[in-house]
């Protein structure tokens, strides 16, 4: 089964850039979606971006322009480049395998990775 890893989160200063990771293990990234998700406190966990098995990518308008979604097929390994980090930003991040249509941002369950702190803070 699909094991997700997330990892490169941190302690960033408005403006600055993180490159976030999700490291797949048990299976190829060949057959699924991914999709980074992001939970604030006291806020539902929202769609960020996601890449589809076909490499069709989305990005929810808040991160568009600023937010890069992408694969490294031999790492078997999805990334979020996220640049020009905003205070908004604030979240804990996550990644999950997607199922069907990728914008529709629905998860396979339990394929949820541990997630990682990103805080945009002056």
């Known amino acids: 089964q699909l094991h997700l890893v997330e990892s490169g989160g941190g302690l960033v200063q408005p403006g600055e850039s993180l490159r976030l990771s999700c490291a797949a293990s048990?299976?190829?990234?060949?057959?699924?979606?991914i999709g980074w998700f992001r939970q604030a406190p006291g806020k539902e966990r929202e769609g960020v971006s996601c890449?589809?098995?076909?490499?069709?990518?989305d990005y929810k308008a808040s991160v568009l322009g600023r937010f890069t979604i992408s694969r490294d097929m031999p790492k078997n390994t999805v990334y979020l480049q996220m640049n020009n980090l905003k205070p908004e930003d604030t979240a804990v991040y996550y990644c999950?395998?997607?199922?069907?249509?990728?914008?529709?941002?629905?998860?396979?369950?339990?394929?949820w990775g541990q997630g990682t702190q990103v805080t945009v803070s002056s």
């Open positions: 999950a395998a997607v199922v069907r249509y990728c914008p529709a941002y629905v998860t396979i369950p339990d394929s």
């Open positions: 048990g299976d190829t990234l060949e057959r699924y979606g």
């Open positions: 890449i589809s098995s076909g490499g069709t990518t």
